[in-house]
Nanobody
């Protein structure tokens, strides 16, 4: 199975920036769309940004214009560049990837364990 590992989280002041990374490892798979989710304390997990196979992107309204999702297919890595961070951005951020197994051509979703982002006011 595919393993996703997030990195780049941390503590920043409001107005600051962070870049999250998520690297996929394994063999015998192809990555289709990739995305970032987040979950704040006491709230449901929400989809923050998605990047598709054609590099088109989608963002939740609250981060549009501040966050940028990108991918490096050669490194099997997706990034989330975050600017003008606000305290309400504080959450655990999770990486997600839509996977196709090459041998069986079956599709499934892979998840990372998450990385903490804390924005102080």
């Amino acid at each position: 199975q595919v393993q996703l590992v997030e990195s780049g989280g941390g503590l920043v002041q409001a107005g600051g920036s962070l870049r999250l990374s998520c690297a996929a490892s394994g063999s015998g798979f192809r990555i289709n769309a990739m995305g970032w989710y987040r979950q704040a304390p006491g709230k449901q997990r929400e989809l923050v940004a998605t990047i598709h196979s054609d590099d088109s992107t989608d963002y939740v309204d609250s981060v549009r214009g501040r966050f940028t999702i990108s991918r490096d297919n050669a490194k099997n890595t997706v990034y989330l560049q975050m600017h003008s961070l606000k305290p309400e951005d504080t959450a655990v951020y999770y990486c997600n990837a839509a996977i196709t197994k090459i041998l069986t051509r079956q599709n499934y979703n892979a998840w990372g364990r998450g990385t903490q982002v804390t924005v102080s006011s």
